[in-house]
C-alpha cells in the first residue's frame, strides 16, 4: 500500500506538481513534501521521468505523469525538436489531464502546489482548486529584473514571459524560491506574490562545516553537447595553473594534459568536489547555482542558449557579485573569473542564509492558511526532521 493512501481520509490533502525538465526540481521539492506529510498533510505527488523515479526513492509513491523534455543541441535548445516530441505525446497528455482533473474534484485539495508544471495549473484553475505557484520563475515576470540590453535576448525574454503565463495562467499565491530577489515590480500585489527561502537536499547543507579551496575547479554540464568544452578548459588550465573535474559531458578519465578529469556522477563524489572547489562552472541552473552558494562558492555560468530563464539567473549572479555569466564559454573568461574569485568568494560566503528549508516550509504552510483557512492545518512552528542521506543518483540538481 502507498505511503498516501495508508494515511487517514481525514487527513487534508495538498497536491504537489513538479516540472519534470531537471533534477533541480525534485532536489528541492523533497524536503517540503516531507516536511508536509511530518506536519500532517497527505501529499499526493505527480511528476514524470527521471524526477519521478528520484522522489519515489526519497518520499514514497509518486503518481507518474505526462511532462515536456527538452532536447539541446551544442549547448541550445532545441526548441523545434522539443515541440515535435511533445505534440507526438498529445492524447495521453490529454487523458491524464483528465484524470487529475477528476482527482481534484473528487479528493478536493486543500490546494495544488505547482512548480512550473502546467498541468496541474490549468486543472486547478479549471476545478476550483487554489493554485500556489512555488518556483523561481516568476522572478522574471514580477521582478524588478535589469532590462536586457540586446535585441535577440529580449525577444527571448519575451518569449519566456509567454511561457510563463501559459504555463500557469491562473495562480492564487505565487511563491518566489529564487537566491536572486530584486524588488517587485510595481504593480505587483505583494498580498499574493512574495519571496521564500530557497531549499536544497540536506547532503548540500552536511557540507557547509567542512569546505576547502584545495581541490580542482568544479564543472558541471547540463547540456552534454557542448563539444567545444575540452579544448576550453585544456587551454585554461595551462594557462593558468588550473585543474578541472568534470560532470555531465559522457565522458570519462583524465585528458592527456592530466589536468582535466571526466566523472560519471555520483551524488557523493559531486558535492565533495564542489566543497573542495575554488569555484564552479556551470550551466545556468537555478538549484546547482542555490547549492554552490549555500556552499561559498563563486559561479562561472555559461546559459543555455534561448534559454532566458538560464541568462536571468546569470544576471543575478553578476548583480549580487557572486559570479559571472558569459554568451559562450572561452579560455580567457575562465582566467579572467579565477583572478576575481577570492573578492566573489567573500561575498558568497555571506550568503548562506539563502538556504532555509525550515523557512521555505512556514511559507508554503502560511499561503495554505490564506488560501484555505478552514482546511488548512495551523502552522507549526517545530524544527523539520532531516531527511536521510539519499542515495546515488546519475543526475545533479540543474
Partial sequence: MSQSSSQSSSQPTVFFALSSEGMGHATRAAPVIQSLRERGYRVEVFCGGRVAAFLRSKVGDVHEHFFIPLIYTNNTLDIWASTKHSVLRLVPCLTEAWQMFWRMRTEKPVAVI??????????????????IALDNMHV???????????KVT???KRA?????????????KTLITSFFQPPLKAGVDPRKVRYVPCATRPEVLERKTRTSTQGPVLVYQTSSTNADLPGTLQEAAARADLRF??????????????????????????????????????????STMVEALALGKPVLSEP????????ANA???????????????????????????????????????????????R????????????????PRRAPVTPLGTYGDYAMAAE
Fill in 315 to 361: 544576471t543575478g549572479l553578476e548583480l549580487m557579485g557572486v559570479g559571472m555569466g558569459v554568451r559562450k564559454m572561452s579560455a580567457d573568461a575562465i582566467v579572467d573569473f579565477a583572478g576575481r574569485v577570492p573578492a566573489m568568494a567573500e561575498k558568497a560566503s555571506a550568503l548562506a542564509g539563502i538556504v532555509d528549508n525550515e523557512g521555505l516550509v
Fill in 304 to 311: 543555455i542558449q534561448k534559454q532566458y530563464e538560464q541568462q
Fill in 363 to 378: 511559507a508554503v504552510e502560511d499561503a495554505l492558511n490564506e488560501l484555505a483557512p478552514g482546511k488548512a492545518l495551523p
Fill in 245 to 286: 573535474v568534470v560532470y555531465g559531458t559522457k565522458r570519462e578519465g583524465m585528458d592527456d594534459s592530466g589536468r582535466v578529469h571526466y566523472r560519471a556522477f555520483s551524488e557523493q563524489g559531486f558535492l565533495d568536489d564542489m566543497a573542495a572547489a575554488p569555484f564552479v562552472i556551470v550551466n545556468g541552473g537555478h
Fill in 160 to 172: 519566456i514571459t509567454t511561457a510563463i503565463f501559459w504555463n500557469q495562467p491562473v495562480v492564487d
Fill in 140 to 150: 522574471i515576470t514580477h521582478g524588478d529584473m535589469p532590462v536586457p540590453a540586446d
Fill in 154 to 156: 529580449r525577444q527571448e
Fill in 114 to 131: 505547482s512548480d512550473f508544471e502546467f498541468m496541474s495549473a490549468w486543472m486547478g484553475w479549471w476545478s476550483g482548486t487554489p493554485v
